[in-house]
């Protein structure tokens, strides 16, 4: 049978899990966005990432606000290069082992070769900006 990219997401709809954003200060951007009438909740220091993470809940989907504890982390490099910004977009998938399987398979490149636990203990993978039009994509397994 014809794999089919749209029945990995058929048990939930396709959903924009969260818009990853960098900031320098998360206390700055906290500000901000409460100024919209927003709230930051679930605050955490992901070391793995080696960044602060603050959620803002919008609907089925979210902000992610990155601060790093690092200069030469990954956000922090991204920091210095093109400032604040849009660092990622998230999609939520139902099984991710089986899509990144799937996209190993099809050649296409991952930022790591391994699934990790991150924010809110949810299970995250990257694809490669090269591998998917310029933008650094992430996959979110969904809750289960
Ligand atoms: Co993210």
Redesign the pocket.
């Given at each position: 049978m014809e794999f089919s990219y749209a029945g990995l997401f058929s048990r939930t709809m396709p959903t924009i899990?969260?818009l990853?954003i960098a900031v320098k200060s998360l206390a700055a951007a906290r500000e901000f966005y409460e100024r919209l009438g927003l709230t930051i909740s679930g605050e955490e220091v992901v070391e793995s990432e080696q960044v602060r993470v603050g959620m803002i809940a919008l609907g089925e989907s979210r902000i992610?606000l990155?601060e790093p504890t690092a200069e030469n982390s990954p956000v922090g490099k991204f920091l210095s290069k093109r400032g604040e910004g849009l660092h990622?977009i998230?999609l939520r998938v139902p099984d991710l082992p089986s899509v990144v399987a799937k996209l190993k398979n099809d050649g296409v490149r991952l930022v790591s070769d391994e699934i990790k636990t991150?924010?809110g203990g949810h299970r995250?993978i990257f694809v490669h900006p090269a591998s998917a039009g310029g933008v650094l994509l992430?996959l979110?397994e969904a809750a289960r």
């Open positions: 899990d969260h990853g992610e990155l990622h998230s991150g924010a995250y992430e979110v």
